[in-house]
DNA sequence: CGATATGCTCGAACCGTTTCAACAGCCGTC
DNA sequence: GACGGCTGTTGAAACGGTTCGAGCATATCG
């Protein structure tokens, strides 16, 4: 009934050599004589042995497995992060343990509390506030750390990230060009980095064209989601008339689509009524019943970046030079921020 | 440099105490008189000392992570249930290994490799094939299983599972019933038993009306994905005139929503030209260019169930009955196949 | 007062690997 | 034939916890 996994040792019995044999023809089978060698591993196929990660993590001193915290599992941004991680990790042999912090700074400390536990190698994180106490912590640990679409709190840790104010310049002043003086920007939790910035770089691109602070008012949601998207709806028509928005930008794609599933519900256009811009331009974005108008980011890139960052402090630790790398958004824009589209 | 980790021996000396009552404190403190107690608690905070888990893991022979194999991480189907896994295996203290399987038999392979290196303690998995030799290898070495999404191939695994030929029958029936007597079904790789069920289960309801599986076209794709959906709209219309359906049912959403486009960027209505019904109803089929209609099935649910089977296996291995659970999924109509709805 | 029970603590064995100093052959050299 | 250099192999010491029998006070009881 219960594991009667085979370990070295039996091994090493049944192919009549010592254990530090075996070890060697596993890790480095040039050492040993190919008679040896054939034997050993047609002892391990016969008991069907496989070595125990545990032990060899104990002596070793490190395991073999990543962390991944972000900020929502069902976010397919972060699904496709998650992805270009995986792509790059995988062939070098590494487990990935992804976490979804929820964006609740309580569960994204159980869950480092468990990645120190598993004296995991390394993290990649989107950390839910701006206490890098605790990737400090991480660090004094001997843990690498990668912080994950934002940037880097201090030149000494590497990041990968995307210019969240340049994103948020493009998504207003395409729609500052296409003739809206009232936008309102819906985003939330206001405490991630990602939602203040893509605000502020809509403040910016309203100020170059002349226009005021004033006139990118502020929807905060309680989470960046479809349901907290079609909930904020009722505040955005519940705005005084003079308020009212023409133009809705939002944190994310999420926010976007349920935004977009509020106003149809109530009988708005979009965009002849009010137009929408989302952000991430996830794949559901060209798919949603108008199809949205979006700031891209490298998805997988992100990814894939941050792994091979990783990967690339744990092989060589010494000649690591810590970097920020900064994708640059690209604005996708598709019929919901066209005015002119049905019009014309 | 690098990691100075605290170890139960620096705690004991510290606290001047020996290693064994240190872990005892940590796993049996009512043996531990109060003020040692004390001493030692005081002792752990001062170091930071965070017990390793692999030793632990080592000596007690069994770990406290499972592993969680999808066939795709950046369907939303699948984060849904792994969310639902997440929030039971959360609390438990659990640790989840998130593997992408990606509908590769070698990727899938490659993951159960390292999962069993690393002993976890269970397997929650959504197999790419029947091969359920390599189920069975798991079980043979004391990990526990349990199959996802599909029910199990004999009854000593627990799996949980939504009754997939049903959910055909009721979306073919619903197109049936909407008088469509030609309908494509969109959907692949054939390996997956929830494509060909699905399949099956629309064949029976065809019957059922008096018509026959020749009523049902199969259209096979390569992966259940947006892209692949977009692809397979070209031979939907390549089929000749008299076979030419008014009705196409889909494998997944993800597929749905690529048709939808396809048949969007050909000027092709739905529903008016074709009503489209896709299936799992996840949460961007509701927000879709045309309103999906779906075959919802309870996602998280799905994931909550499965963990805690797994749990209760592992909490108490001697008394655990292998269950095989099936929940009903639900026909969620929507625009996408109301024929009327824009002509009435 | 001695025997016995009770409450805490200690120390050592053990889990399955890796690593490394030591060593056994064997070969060629001088 | 003693010697040094290779090649392969061995055995034991870690790694950091858990577990358990033994030991030592102190309290309880007859």
């Not at 480095?28 to 070595?51: K, M």
Request: charged content about 25%.
């Amino acid at each position: 009934m219960t594991a009667p996994m085979a370990s070295i040792k039996d091994v090493a019995s049944r192919a009549g050599v010592s254990v530090g044999t075996v070890s060697n023809v596993l890790n480095r089978p040039n050492l040993v004589s190919e008679l040896t060698r054939g034997r050993v591993r047609a002892a391990i196929n016969e008991l069907g042995f496989v070595p125990n990660d545990a032990a060899r993590h104990l002596r070793r001193g490190r395991g073999r497995t990543l962390g991944l915290v972000v900020l929502d599992v069902a976010n397919p941004f972060f699904t496709d992060i998650a992805k270009g991680v995986d792509d790059t990790t995988g062939p070098a042999g590494m487990a990935v343990i992804f976490c979804n912090s929820n964006g609740e700074a309580a569960r994204e400390g159980r869950y480092l509390d468990l990645l120190e536990e598993q004296r995991v190698q390394g993290v990649l994180i989107t950390p839910v506030g701006d206490d890098n106490a605790r990737l400090d912590r991480l660090r004094s640990r001997g843990i690498l750390v990668v912080v994950l679409d934002r940037p880097a709190p201090s030149r000494d840790f590497c990041s990968v990230s995307v210019d969240d104010r340049l994103g948020g310049e493009l998504a207003v002043r395409h729609l500052v060009e296409a003739g809206h003086e009232q936008i309102a920007f819906v985003g939330g939790p206001w405490r991630l980095e990602q939602v203040t910035d893509r605000y502020h770089g809509g403040v910016k691109a309203l100020e170059e064209a002349g226009l005021g602070a004033d006139n990118l008012r502020r929807l905060d949601t309680p989470s960046p989601t479809v349901a907290a998207g079609r909930d904020a709806v009722s505040r955005v028509l519940g705005l005084p008339r003079s308020a009212r928005p023409t133009a809705i930008f939002c944190a994310n794609d999420l926010l976007a689509l349920g935004v977009l599933q509020g106003l149809t519900r109530q009988q708005i256009r979009v965009p002849d009524d009010i137009a929408l811009v989302g952000y991430d331009d996830i794949e559901f974005a060209a798919a949603a019943a108008v199809p949205l108008t979006s700031v891209r980011q490298p998805r997988q890139e992100l990814g894939r970046s941050a792994a091979e960052l990783i990967l690339d402090e744990a092989n060589d630790p010494a000649g690591h030079q810590h970097r920020q790398i900064v994708f640059e958004p690209e604005l996708v824009v598709r019929e919901s921020s066209q005015h002119s589209f049905r019009r014309g």
